[in-house]
């Protein structure tokens, strides 16, 4: 699924299950939460963190989905074609860093 793709579904999801999108300040907080719920997996699983029991079956990546549902509800709620954006970035991303990491020696 292209990103344009993906936001209409969310925006159309809204509009057939939802009352209406909160409001970008609330859908901020739920994006903050979202990705703590996301980094307390990976601090537990992948990190130094001890894995609580009650954590050990929590899904990494529907977690993950959250944070990319959240982000598409603020994306169509301030009129940002994220698909527009995220090629911008990548086509920065590609000429800025070519190189720039194959050299880092902390990667090797």
């Known amino acids: 699924m292209i990103i344009q793709d993906a936001q209409k579904a969310v ?3 809204i509009k057939t299950h939802g009352v209406r999108y909160f409001n970008e300040l609330t859908n901020m907080a739920q994006l903050t ?3 703590g719920e996301v980094a307390r997996i990976i ?3 992948y ?3 001890s894995e609580k029991e009650s954590d ?3 899904d990494l990546g529907e977690e993950l989905a959250d944070v990319v549902f ?3 509800c603020l994306a ?8 527009e954006a995220f090629d911008k970035k990548l086509e920065l991303k ?3 860093d070519h190189d720039r990491h194959h050299q880092n020696q902390k990667l090797k």
């Open 43 to 45: 601090a537990r699983r």
């Open 33 to 35: 939460e979202e990705v």
């Open 76 to 83: 169509n709620q301030t009129g940002v074609n994220l698909q």
């Open 47 to 49: 990190g130094e963190q």
């Open 70 to 72: 959240v982000v598409l």
């Open 94 to 96: 590609t000429k800025r």
């Open 11 to 13: 925006d159309d999801w």
């Open 56 to 58: 050990k079956n929590k």
